[in-house]
């Protein structure tokens, strides 16, 4: 794909992105993305065949861009407690983005029985919770946390995040109740240094 190609093909994700995010995932149809991106019906077909594929593909580069920071947090060397921090800070500004893609994700996913390789969230949980265990892992050898299960620790954590971001968008949380979410789950990895 050529580099005009590929301009163009960020800029139909981009755009699609921003409606996903506004109609979820359901309602939208390839006549909207052809809308929000100004172009002709046959240049998105170039490029996508479907709204699943869109919606795949601005999924894909969003997991890009999360590991893309956390790739620039370990180049930095940060301790494994700070860069958790970091990761519970992000995954807090998600929760409480209204416009986000969480309610297009849980859409497409009760809609679309995929494959458990295939199954993009499925995958992406499981990548957050081996990144989650070992900075977990690290932090209890440094004497930063105390933890006999930094697996069971990271799953309890995704879980509890997953559950938040259902939340947010059923029967709402406040910015508060992240945090003393968040602070409950330091409280429990934290080392007491007394």
Known sequence: MGEKSLQKKQYILSCARKVFEEKGFK??????IVE???????GLYLYFESTKDIFLEVLKVES????????EALAEDMASADILALFLKEQKKEILNKKGL??????????HKLLKKDNFLRNQFNAAVLVIEKLI???TESGEF??????????????????????????GVTEAMINQEILYIMKGLVADNE
């Open 36 to 42: 929000a991106c100004e172009i002709s019906r046959g």
């Open 27 to 32: 309602d939208v149809t390839m006549k909207d």
């Open 102 to 111: 969480t309610v297009a994700i849980y859409e497409f996913y009760f809609g």
């Open 64 to 71: 890009e861009e999360t590991d893309n920071m956390f790739e």
């Open 146 to 171: 105390i933890c006999d299960d930094p697996r069971g620790a990271a799953r309890n954590i995704m879980y509890v995040l997953e559950g938040l971001k259902i939340s947010a968008q059923t029967i």
């Open 137 to 139: 892992a690290d932090a």
